[in-house]
């Protein structure tokens, strides 16, 4: 490639800036304006599906950092687990959606909300109650896939925004 | 009167001004020209190979994608190539050609930002590495829609990928390879020809061909100095001798060639995703294995090239549930290990800007 | 004797004041120091707003647009926050220099604007020796940003003060002779006799002329893609390192003040001042500076730093001779008698000649040299 010493690289570069101030940025201000996430997300917190789970313990068993704290009981009338206690440590989770996969009963799911910060680390332990799917607590598509053709689908940028050359 | 001069020790220290991670030097300056220089890492330590021995085969995924934790795909593909090479698990076609759309969508993710970041260090406040980052956003986004995150997608499991794609995600990677080659030559044209970066960058850090060769670097810069070596044509791994691409080489290996090596690697990894899409076959995406492997006892090594140079996962096992011993052969670390030679007669603003050629992320030289 | 020096003094008083001023000499100054000062801090909030809503959109970004409608409070924002900081000074440093250092950069900026005209006549000193004021009076800043530098007792916030130092005295060279070309067209040295001469704005009669001033006026005022005093990317945050609170604040007016003062500078030397239709002449005034300051912005936006000893070779090797010849060809083209009727003609030969003379000299004759020193 050939260089030219006399400027003509700077005005190039110069050109392809002030196109920029002509296009539209692509910015999203967020209170406002919220985008769609993935139907996939693994988010923060877990659903659990209380008629479904049999309390065998196979997420806390395949949970790489020991997450999940599951404490039960034998009921004989049932003749099934009865889980006391189903405890998950937000904080010590690192979203990897293992336990999720490895549920032989589709008992477990990710939940579609981000916005679940807090004030104190205490509170992000979630407790049985704290799991249960709730309107605000939707469940997301991870590894699921009917449960993923439910939401709405995702903002993407290479649909949203598209430059004019 | 002689005047007297005396070195003085700079040090750069774990908070870096460029963003490279927490990284430290400690240069030996004589007025401006450095002298002497002397990295001092493990800041940002965690002991992965330790806590690989602790979790199962499976368990150790997410571990891998916090290695470098800018192009996780790369990791997992790695871990996952030396857990089948051990098990002697075989992968279903699908995907393996999912694997290789991954890995170089995420090496295009990747190299962008090493280019961004490299022209933030040369001076061009902020513009190439914003631009940089919308693009790089098209890209993340396809990711999200995959696995559900953003940065740490722990995708591929030992036997394949997680889940299939999603029905969206073709005709949004159709819409991203229109975009993506207009906004390489935008690239081009902003910076590529610009005189004060030929200034800056031409000429200043040499990395000679012998000096690359013997300091074991890898990568892009390795080819930028001169040498045609690519793990996907010199010892193909998963299906990359079923594509047409070219290994692109520059000659000086100074930073500006590292810097053209880069964007025309962008180039040829777009030509190998347009091969991949046409070529999909449905099918299957995972071989079922159970959750708690057991390799039998043994050891692999498996190599990929990924966007930093090659990375190698060492796995030894004796027959349990966990690997006995999990070793990675980082690309960054051994790329820094010629940083001494290259720097030495340069001054402080080179010393940067060399540093930013190189293209490193801590969390793999620490581990 | 006396009656001479009466004589002398009433010549000065009338100079100064234009012809049908009300209330003589000193209501005269006040209100153009009122003005002045007014002016600066506007502009400058004006100026910090464009940068960054500008840098913004140009980055494909917005700028900062939480801080009142549109964000235009946002400088206001800032000089709060800077107000409530605390004021530290580092126990080595030299105090009495230390605190001096802001002011002694500050009040030339201030003093810059006492000679530019926004209207016919209308300038807080229309002194006859206009633009010899201007250049002596930039230099001084350089004095309180070295002393910023010592008096901060840090080697880094040194190296960067001398590294700031030698750039201006080399880039002080080419702005000189570049104002030179601009003299011999006008043929005076005051400001107000520059803007009236231009029948035909000076950017077009002496293109290389503009060219060298703008590079040379950024480098005076460290602005990109000069600015590695302040560099950001580099290990030294430059000569205010050890600055916080006002003093701080006061270093970051200067550089605007300097920026808005050097596009003064120009407007009123190559753009024609406060000349143009329709509008008050002090609007557009305005408009141009605003239009030059842009321009310092996207320049900004998009090119990248250059090293200490490429920013000398700049200078010496480039700007330098390039200077000498445009001068050279004003003086020839002075000297030759140019008709007016024909300065169109001379506005074609002189962006022709600029064009040739740039190509020849990058060509064959600028080399920076190796940076690599043998260790």
């Known amino acids: ?165 | 009167m002689a005047l007297r001069t005396e070195p003085f020790v700079l040090n750069m220290g774990p908070v870096h001004p460029s963003t490279h991670g927490v990284f430290r030097m400690r240069a030996t300056l004589d007025g401006e020209v450095v002298v002497d220089i002397e990295p001092v890492f493990g800041y940002l330590h965690r002991g992965i190979e330790k806590l690989a021995e602790q979790r199962t085969y499976t368990g150790t995924i997410p571990l891998t994608d916090r290695l470098d934790y800018i192009s996780s795909m790369s990791n997992n593909f790695a871990y996952c190539l030396a857990v089948e090479k051990l098990a002697g698990i075989k992968v279903p076609e699908r995907a393996e050609y999912i694997r290789v759309i991954m890995a170089e969508l995420q090496r295009i993710a990747s190299l962008l930002i090493a280019v961004g970041s490299f022209l933030n260090d040369c001076g061009a406040y902020f513009t190439p590495f914003l631009y940089m980052f919308r693009e790089r956003e098209r890209i993340v986004d396809l990711f999200e829609m995959v696995s559900g995150q953003r940065l740490t997608y722990n995708y591929m499991r030992v036997g394949g990928v997680s889940q299939d794609l999603p029905k969206e995600f073709m005709p949004a990677l159709h819409k991203f390879m229109n975009l993506m080659p207009r906004f390489l030559d935008e690239y081009d044209r902003l910076l590529m020809q610009n005189e004060i970066l030929i200034a800056r960058a031409k000429g200043v850090g040499i990395l000679t061909r012998e000096q690359a060769i013997n300091s074991s670097a890898s990568g892009p810069v390795l080819r930028a100095s001169g040498v045609k070596w690519d793990i996907r044509k010199a010892d193909p791994y998963s299906v990359y001798d079923r594509f047409d691409f070219d290994i692109p080489a520059q000659e000086s290996g100074d930073c500006y060639d590292r810097y053209r090596q880069r964007v025309e690697e962008m180039r040829q990894s777009l030509r190998i995703i347009q091969q991949a899409m046409e070529q999909l076959p449905p099918g299957p995406v995972r071989t079922e294995v159970p959750h708690l492997i057991r390799p039998p006892a043994g050891e692999a090594y498996a190599r990929i090239e990924c966007p930093k140079g090659e990375l190698g996962f060492y796995l030894v096992s004796d027959n349990s549930i966990a690997p006995y011993r999990c070793h990675i052969r980082p690309p960054s670390l051994l790329n820094l290990t010629a940083l001494r030679d290259m720097v030495r007669g340069w001054k402080v603003a080179d010393l940067i800007i060399i540093f930013g050629s190189i293209d490193i992320t801590v969390g793999e030289i620490d581990r | 004797m006396a009656t001479a020096e009466l004589d002398i003094y009433h010549l000065v008083k009338l100079q100064a004041v234009p012809p049908d001023w009300p209330g003589g000499f000193w209501w005269h100054w006040l209100f153009f120091t009122v003005v002045i000062i007014g002016f600066v801090l506007t502009m400058v909030m004006g100026v910090i707003y464009i940068e960054r809503r500008g840098m913004g959109r140009m980055q494909s970004r917005l700028g900062p647009n939480r801080t009142g409608p549109f964000g235009l409070l946002q400088p206001v924002a800032d000089a709060i926050k800077v107000l409530l900081k605390e004021n530290i000074v580092p126990t080595a440093a030299d105090k009495l220099v230390h605190w001096l250092a802001p002011v002694v950069a500050f009040a030339p900026a201030l003093m810059l604007f006492a000679v530019i005209p926004f209207q016919n006549g209308a300038l807080l000193a229309d002194l006859n020796i206009g633009i010899l004021y201007v250049v002596a009076i930039s230099s001084v800043s350089t004095m309180g940003i070295f002393m910023a530098g010592w008096g901060s007792s840090n080697k880094y916030s040194l190296l960067g003060a001398m590294r700031n130092v030698a750039a201006v005295v080399s880039y002080e060279i080419p702005l000189v002779l570049a104002i030179v070309g601009v003299v011999l067209i006008s043929g005076s040295l005051s400001l107000n006799q520059m803007v009236v001469a231009q029948d035909i704005p000076f950017i077009l009669l002496q293109p290389l002329g503009f060219l060298l001033f703008f590079a040379a006026g950024c480098a005076e005022i460290n602005r990109s893609p000069f600015d590695l005093m302040e560099a950001d990317s580099e290990i030294v945050a430059g000569f205010h390192t050890e600055y916080s609170g006002m003093k701080f604040a006061m270093f970051y007016l200067v550089e605007y003040a300097e920026a808005v003062a050097i596009s003064a500078v120009i407007t009123t030397l190559f753009l024609g001042g406060w000349r143009g239709p329709l509008l008050p002449p002090w609007l557009w005034f305005v408009v141009k500076v605003l239009l030059v300051f842009f321009a310092m912005v996207w320049t900004r936006t998009t090119l990248p730093r250059i090293r200490i000893d490429q920013l000398m070779a700049f200078a010496w090797k480039f700007l330098f001779p390039m200077a000498l010849l445009n001068l050279f060809i004003t003086a020839l083209q002075v000297l030759a008698d140019w008709p007016a009727e024909l300065a169109w003609a001379m506005i074609i030969v002189n962006i022709a000649v600029m064009a040739i003379i740039i190509l020849i000299w990058s060509k064959f004759f600028f080399r920076l040299g190796g940076g690599r020193i043998e260790v």
């Open chain 1, 1 to 165: 490639m050939k260089f030219e010493r006399y400027g003509i690289g700077i005005a190039k570069g110069l050109t392809v800036t002030i196109r920029h101030l002509l296009r539209h940025p692509t910015v999203n201000q967020y209170p406002e304006q919220r985008l769609n996430i993935s139907r996939r997300f693994r988010g923060n917190e877990l659903v659990w599906n209380q008629e479904k789970c049999t309390g065998c313990g196979t997420c806390a068993k395949t949970c790489p950092q020991g997450a999940i704290e599951i404490v039960t009981s034998t009921d004989m009338t049932e003749n099934k687990y009865v889980v006391e206690k189903y405890e998950v440590d937000t904080g010590y989770c690192i979203n990897c959606g293992l336990c999720v996969e490895s549920c032989p009963y589709e008992a477990l799911y990710f939940s579609h909300a981000f916005e679940c910060a807090r004030y104190r680390r205490g509170e992000l332990v979630q407790g049985k109650e704290d799991m249960l799917e709730t309107p605000e607590r939707k469940v997301s598509g991870y590894f699921y896939p009917d449960k993923a053709a439910k939401l709405p689908k995702q903002t993407l940028l290479v649909e949203k925004i598209t430059e004019k050359r």
